[in-house]
């Protein structure tokens, strides 16, 4: 964990729609903390949450969720946004022990990428197949993000999970082996393109013949005036 994240949190006594509207009114966003005995309901400054959620570290790594004169080590679990305004509507924390394994969704940061050699070489294109990877740790080893070298990737080739190094300390939380071993990232041959660039060749080839057929027929039009 590279960097520790705090939010102050009030307990929400009342529950149900219309109190999370009046929340949400007064700027601030209704959320639950689970796993810490038992629920928490709270509320959050959203101009807080905002602030912090900038950073993409925050979604992975433990929050100090301070409630009231209490302060537990939370994950972010589950966020929610108005569709129209892009708001957040409510969150979800899971309360966590230091000491104890937590599963975690961690992103791909993929390097390399314009070195490449699939696309530098063979013209091809990457697809990022999965953009995160979960993974099983402590909370202090929660890494930022999991690096992924692509600049010896070549064309029609992938990079699997089997062959991403994983940091110190840090496992994959699902099984990875010959039969679980699905691709992160691929380099591609454009095929849409190719045949893009077959239809207009196709078109000006067509075009050109069409030319050619007009100029045959214009000399025996001309002739055609002549004897009149």
């Known amino acids: 964990m590279n960097t520790e ?13 219309s109190n999370s ?19 928490n309901n709270i509320i959050l400054d959203a101009n807080e949450v905002a602030k912090q959620i900038k ?6 790594n433990v929050i100090q969720l301070k409630i009231d004169k209490k302060t537990v080590d939370v994950i972010l679990k589950d966020l929610q946004r108005d569709p129209r305004k892009s708001s957040i509507t ?3 924390f899971f309360a966590v022990d230091k000491n104890k394994a937590v599963v975690v969704n961690v992103p791909i940061l993929f390097i390399n990428e314009e070195t490449c050699s699939g696309v530098k070489l063979g013209g091809g294109k990457l697809s990022h197949i999965q953009t995160e990877i979960e993974v099983s740790c402590l909370p202090k080893d929660i890494p930022e993000n999991i690096q992924i070298d692509v600049a010896e ?7 699997h999970m089997s ?23 691929s380099c591609y041959e454009p095929k ?5 660039e077959v239809a207009v060749e196709a078109s000006a080839d067509a075009s050109e013949e069409t030319t050619t057929e007009d100029k045959k027929e214009e000399p025996a039009s001309d002739s055609k005036e002549e004897n009149k």
Do not use: C, W
Request: net charge negative; no cysteine.
């Open 90 to 92: 409510h969150m979800d």
């Open 5 to 17: 994240y705090t939010l102050q949190a009030t307990k929400r006594e009342n529950k149900g729609t």
């Open 153 to 159: 990737l070549e064309l029609g080739h992938s990079i």
């Open 21 to 39: 509207k009046k929340i949400r009114k007064n700027n601030g966003i209704p959320a639950v903390v689970y796993g810490d005995k038992n629920n």
């Open 163 to 185: 062959e991403i190094k994983m940091p110190a300390n840090v496992e994959h939380a699902v099984t990875v082996d010959e039969e679980h071993d699905s691709p992160v990232v």
């Open 55 to 60: 950073d993409s570290g925050f979604y992975s």
């Open 192 to 196: 849409a393109e190719k045949v893009e």
